[in-house]
């Protein structure tokens, strides 16, 4: 069965320092793999997607996310963090024969001044 | 503007009642879906639809139950037989077929008293 692990409850980065948030995945074909942040209250918003090709993923709000297949991993990154992206974040695996999504835990993103 | 539109964003009930949350989108998607949110739990699947009157149960099908009679609206029943209904309930939708990016509504936020 799929699985996401994400292995970090909370990290708090100060502001402008470099990001990098962990998710591993278990599924044996290549993946459909998401990642999405989460105000609080709010609805999931998407930050990139991988399906295939290019193993580095560019997404919005200045986020980065590469697919490493031999780890079974695809970690977030931003080079720069801002205030505003304090936030929890998702990573979801999906297969590509068309099913609903499976969700990490999330990881609670604080960011310090 | 395209999106889905999830009501209530809060409701109160006692213990022991029914309650429906209202999801409806105009994205033309096929495919909708219902998670539940608990803090430290990520999202789980409640129910999903890939087309028009069928519908499968998710991962906590237990105590919910869902129609889809029309390719707008994927209504969520909370019933009684739910032992702890209180938390966030997500609705999302995708192109379906071939799992692609989910999108999200703004969440209704269920407490029972």
């Known amino acids: 069965a799929q699985s996401v692990t994400q292995p970090d409850i909370h990290i708090t980065v100060s502001e402008g320092a470099s990001l990098e948030l962990r998710c591993n995945y278990s599924?044996?074909?290549?993946?459909?793999l998401f990642w999405y942040v989460q105000s609080p209250g709010q609805g999931l918003q998407l930050l990139l997607k991988?399906?295939?090709?290019?193993?580095l993923v560019q997404g919005i709000k200045g986020f980065e996310a590469e697919f490493k297949r031999s780890q079974s991993s695809f970690n977030l990154r931003k080079p720069s963090v801002h205030w505003s992206d304090a936030a929890e974040y998702f990573c979801?695996?999906?297969?590509?024969?068309?099913?609903?999504?499976?969700f990490g835990k999330g990881t609670t993103l604080s960011v310090s001044s | 503007d395209g999106g889905i539109t999830q009501s209530p964003k809060y409701l109160f009930r006692k213990e022991g009642q029914n309650v429906t949350l209202s999801c409806e989108q105009n994205?033309?998607?096929?495919?909708m879906y219902w998670y539940r949110q608990d803090p430290g739990q990520g999202l789980r699947l409640i129910y999903y639809?890939?087309?028009?009157?069928?519908?499968q149960k998710g991962d906590i099908a237990e105590g919910y139950s869902v129609s889809r009679e029309k390719k707008e609206s994927f209504p969520l029943t909370v019933t009684s037989a739910q032992k702890n209904p209180t938390a966030f309930y997500l609705c999302?939708?995708?192109?379906?077929?071939?799992?692609?990016?989910?999108?999200f509504g703004e969440g209704s936020r269920l407490t029972v008293l």
């Open positions: 999302a939708s995708s192109m379906g077929q071939v799992t692609g990016e989910l999108f």
């Open positions: 599924y044996g074909a290549t993946p459909y």
């Open positions: 991988y399906f295939s090709g290019d193993t």
């Open positions: 979801a695996v999906g297969e590509q024969a068309g099913t609903a999504l499976i």
């Open positions: 994205l033309n998607h096929d495919a």
């Open positions: 639809s890939q087309i028009v009157n069928d519908f």
